[in-house]
């Protein structure tokens, strides 16, 4: 099977040595004067003289190109793959060089279609006369004879159709006949071959050899076998009835001739030709094209497109149409970010049924078009199926269903309904999407680059299908927390992780209330760092309205996003902003993307520089001269200490806090924040590992909410984490330290530093823990959040000065900030009654003038007689400095008393 060189390259000298080149002036008059005569016998004696040859010889374009006008885009994954071929009918063509293609393929072509391809000087005198000789037996109808090179100008020159008349079409072909000379005189026959081989149309949408080799063998030319060669070689005469899809007995035939050609013109072998003929090449044909991929193009394919078709725009000025032009028909070659090793582990778990404990349902969508009696034209939607069944009862109906039977009855029922016996029904197109759907998108942090993006769960359709990572805009929640309060408020806005808030009863400015995941729940004093494990929103909404929401949103255009809103004027002639309060816990106007969420998390992974998140790091022209470059250009956007500060927190949303699903397999570090919008319409999961940073969305498409909440999202984003750090045997490891980062002790009801032996003894637990600050912003002030009561055993109330010292015992109590209501964990902590009216009624001052009389009696009746009474010590001591007792050891009573005296 294998071509035998050596006796190509004999033949090939012999076809040089014949030295049968006839001199170009000479052929040249030899041709026109064949022309005339042929002229004349086809247009069967008529008027044309010698002069209008002349005329016609002058009006030959002379300044041509017979490369092929258009060729396929390619694009390139993270490490120099060819992934897809972007093209239209006039470009799915790959340009190959003359190395490339195989000699068999070569020479294929060659004994088809022009077996004097290396003698003559692009006309063909013999072929012509014999064409003419068949010409006059058929009665005028011209066939063959059209050398390579003729092709090649007919395809590459010309425009096609451009002939109206029967003398135009003559004219046409002696101008071919003309340059076909004159481009010989200039190009050689490797160079005419080479554009020929990669301009013909070959079929099915394929153009060029290279093309054709993989839609029918899945492989590059220069792997096809002789047989393979031969199938190609036979398509070009007529590609739709010879293509060997569609006619493979047409196409087999026409095969046996070329390799009999093959054969006699000496290319190949008897061996070689014997083997090529019994080759079954057309059933593998069929089983390439029924396990060939989809020709959808992925969602990363589809945004990168959008991407680059908008920076062509920006770039060079180009119409959308241009550009788009230039990127399905250019030849370019486009250098992707993305990875397609981990856009695969991605692709499989997420569509993975069992990953999703949730009932899959159908949502769908809907098209009708229906042509009414009086020739009007109607369009029917999925919103008329859902407006019918609301108007008839079912005030909730959504057209989403458990079964796609289900769902085929609603639109029978509709229909039934809706149209009359005389509607002429034009179209109707019924699509699906499982539901609930999904986004994720896997960004690079250190650079920006995107490297997987999954658009939705589920069958794509279409090409620049509905993109939910990159052109779907949904609520992000409580990610935004993050985002939009804690960021700024520890990067510029004094808070401390160590800050805390009064998670209590609160409304925001418009009277509305706040509330938390668990309505009735509220913790009371907690710490920023507590806020953002639980996935606070009171704090969250307190701290941005200290911080003010315009500083918040500020924040966020810093991060990148692009879809917020400011001022916009709406149709009823408000305006619609989200620089409100509503901020900080993601309920914004218009929503954002899955990728540009995944972008500012990334900043934060990234040590506070934000990355554009870019889809492709350049596209060249197809001769190699860059179009457009990305080169990541990190710009901080927050101070590293912040950073580091907000990983910390959210690495503790993962290891106990609304984040335990996405805790991974390894010992990986992992920081992440969870996101849930209010009627559980949307759930999120933003996270990353020292390497990538990755968002997961899902909901519904049209918003409906989750009855439960669900994690399976978390437990997925963990699971494509997990398979990326296995598959690419990362270095398991913690986040990177950061300089500028200091430890200190606080108390976690006040974010202040405890006071020894108060903090501590908080009656619920100990209250004291270590905090990370930025250096510089440790506290300085001592708690305020707790006090000590000192109480007298006797009565249980609060002491007073005058109770005996070895009576009194301390409690430590917590203290409700001013103006704080309603029940919180705190309540039972705090002192629930008046220090002022809840003194101890024994031991009061008229008790102690008592006391003072009764001794002085004593003393003067009976000196020194000793008493050993209770009361008597309890007097004694109670005498001394109660504020201060010498036998008191200095810390806990010190500060007990000195409270106690505040109330006092
Ligand atoms: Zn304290
Ligand atoms: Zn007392």
Partial sequence: MRYNKSSIQKRRKQLHSRKKRIHSSLSIVIFKVFLLLLLVIIAGGGGLIFGSVQGIIETTPTDYNLKPKYSATIIYDDSGQQVEF???????????????IPANLRNAFIAIEDERFYEHNGVDLKGVIRAGITAIQNGGATQGASTITQQLIKNNVFEIGGETNFL???????????????????????????????????????????????????????????????????????????????????????????LKKMYELNYISSEEYETALSDDVYSRISKTQASSRQSVYSYFTDALITQIVEDLQNEYGYTQSQAYNLVYRGGLRIHSTQSTQMQDIADTVINDKSNYPVNTDYSLEYDLHVTL??????????????????????????????????????????????????????????????????????????????????????????????????????????????????????????????????????????????????????????????????????????ALTQLTPQVGYDFLLKLGFTTLVNNRQTASGGTETDVNQALSLGGITDGVTNVELTAAYAAIANHGYYNTPILYTSVEDSHGNVLLQHESSPKQVMKETTAWLLTDAMKDVVSEGSGVEAQLSSDMAVAGKTGTTSNNFDFWFCGYTPYYTASIWTGYDYNTSFENEDDYHKVIWAKIMDQIIDAQQQQIRDFDACEGIRTATICAKSGKLPVSGVCSQDPEKNMERIEYFEAGTEPKESCSSHIVVTFCSESNRVARRFCPDDLLYQRVFRIRPDGSSGVTEDTPYCLNFNIDSYKCNIHTRQWYEEQERLRQQQEQLAPAAPGSTESEEVLESASGDSSSSGQSPPGLDDIANSILDMFR
Wanted: net charge negative; with cysteine; aromatic share 8%.
């Fill in 373 to 542: 009696e009086n020739g009007d034209t109607v369009t029917y939607t999925e919103r008329d199926i859902r407006d019918y069944f609301r108007n008839a009862g079912d005030t909730d109906y959504r057209t989403i269903y458990p079964t796609k039977k289900a769902m085929k009855k609603a639109i029978r029922t509709f229909k039934k309904n809706t149209l009359s016996d005389t509607d002429e029904i034009l179209s109707e197109t019924i699509r699906f999407a499982l539901e609930p759907q999904i986004s994720y998108s896997l960004i690079d942090q250190a650079t920006g680059q995107v490297k997987v993006l999954v658009g939705g769960r589920g069958e794509k359709k279409d090409d620049l299908a509905l993109n939910r990572a990159t052109a779907f805009t949904r609520q992000p929640g409580s990610t935004f927390k993050i985002l939009s309060t804690y960021a700024p408020a520890l990067d510029t806005g004094g808070m401390t992780l160590a800050t805390v808030f009064d998670d209590a009863p609160y409304t925001y400015e418009n009277g509305d209330e706040v509330t938390n995941y668990n309505p009735d729940e509220y913790r009371g004093l907690i710490t920023i760092r507590d806020a953002i494990i639980d996935s606070n929103n009171i704090v969250a909404v307190k």
């Fill in 86 to 100: 972007l093209s239209d009918y006039s470009s799915n063509r790959i340009i190959v060089n003359y190395d490339q």
């Fill in 168 to 258: 135009a079409k003559v004219k046409r072909k002696i101008q071919e006949q003309y340059l076909a000379i004159q481009v010989e005189k200039t190009t050689s026959k490797k160079e005419i071959l080479t554009d020929y081989l990669n301009t013909i149309n070959l079929g099915k949408g394929t153009l060029g050899v290279e093309s054709a080799a993989n839609y029918y063998f899945d492989k590059s030319v220069d792997q096809l076998t002789l047989s393979e060669c031969a199938v190609l070689a036979s398509i070009t005469k007529n590609p739709t009835r010879l293509n060997p899809i569609d006619h493979p007995e047409d196409n087999k035939e026409r095969r046996d001739i070329v």
